[in-house]
């Protein structure tokens, strides 16, 4: 069941929505499924009818609820024990203590998303780690103030780890990647957008340990260099998607080994390499290698030509490439002073 602030036939504005949740948490007592993502005037009370009618409830989507406190936490974990996907994006009011009440009564959680809930520390990581030893997937995107001891506590914690966002924990250091490698072989989905402290010595050893990693997301990792991309080539035959964006120290060198692996001839789809400055036409030629390569992303590559593009497009039509290239002199206006169409950004 999905509701919206957007639902005119479903909800009676006449109607505060926290009565009609309360009449329908009443009512649908077998639920399972329900989305409230984005329905930002819901609060607390809501989430006391769930937890007081909705025993059954096993995915519960809170993403942008913004009103709803560690109180909604724990009226979940007393009447939700059955929930397994909980997603508290942008609740930027869940604290360490919401976190602690919610994984002692939802010990089966398998997947927690809590992008943007800025207030989490390590301590909240501690608490996952010792109730949710089922968990799958965990989104900590834009947390900034979690640590490599906080993710090391994870690692031990959830060996069954498949998915894990890190992107914009910016303190964090190899560390984490060694606690990753050391504790979750399943790691399949690693996302490290913006941690620019990690460097090819942790991502050496995640390569060597994780063989099962199918998406990375390692944009402005800009530490790292060719050398993460050799391990990533030897290891990692299941990559799919890489987004290598801002790396500027990756060379032509490090595509030619991607292009040459088991990854790159059989199961690449995705590369990004946008702000990759040392990528040049050279790399494009290796590329023609991954026969399975449906987007490429070069925006700011300045060292790569429209007919470097264009002869790679001649062995690889079906792939999509999002390039940039700036214009030798302003486009001229058609009949003085109307509008003009950009010609920078060139799908090709």
């Keep these: 069941m999905v509701f919206s602030n957007n639902d005119e036939g479903l909800i009676n504005k006449k109607l ?18 329900l989305n409230l993502n984005g329905c930002t005037k819901i609060t607390d009370s809501t989430c006391y009818s769930l937890s007081r009618f909705c025993s059954k409830l096993k995915h519960l989507d809170l ?21 397994e996907y909980l997603n508290l994006s942008w609740c930027d009011q869940i604290t360490k203590d919401g ?7 939802c010990r089966g959680l398998k997947a927690l998303l809590l992008r943007g809930c800025t207030q989490l520390e390590d301590e ?11 968990l799958v997937s965990l989104n900590l995107q834009s947390c900034s103030r979690v640590t490599d001891e906080g993710v090391v506590q994870i690692c031990r914690g959830c060996p069954r780890l498949q998915a894990l966002c890190l992107s914009g924990c910016s303190n964090l250091t190899d560390a984490s990647l060694t606690a990753l490698a050391l504790n979750c072989p399943r790691l399949q989905i690693l996302e490290a957008a913006r941690c620019s402290h990690l460097t090819d010595a942790g991502f050496t050893l995640l390569a060597r340990n994780c063989h099962d990693l199918e998406k990375m997301d390692l944009e402005e990792c800009i530490l790292i260099t060719d050398g993460t991309l050799i391990q990533l080539s030897i290891h990692c035959p299941k990559l799919q998607a890489l987004s290598l964006s801002h790396c500027e120290l990756i060379t032509d060198d490090g595509i030619l080994h991607l292009s040459n692996s088991t990854c790159g001839h059989e199961r690449l789809r995705v590369l990004e390499l946008d702000n990759c400055l040392l990528i040049t036409d050279v790399a494009l030629e290796h590329l023609e290698n991954c026969r399975g390569l449906e987007r490429l992303e070069l925006y700011d590559c300045q060292q790569v030509t429209r007919a470097g593009i264009k002869r790679m497009r001649a062995q690889l039509p079906h792939v999509k490439v999002h390039a ?15 509008h003009r169409l950009c010609r920078c950004c060139v799908i090709l």
């Design 99 to 105: 976190v602690e009440a919610l994984v002692r009564g």
């Design 124 to 134: 909240a990581l501690k608490h996952i780690q010792n109730y949710c030893h089922e």
């Design 63 to 83: 993403t942008s609820c913004v009103s709803i406190t560690n109180s909604s936490l724990k009226g979940i974990s007393e009447g939700c024990r059955n929930l």
């Design 16 to 33: 505060p929505k926290e009565l009609l949740l309360r009449t329908f948490a009443q009512n649908c007592r077998n639920i399972e499924h």
């Design 324 to 338: 940039y290239f700036a214009p030798v002199t302003p486009p001229t206006a058609v009949g003085g002073s109307g």
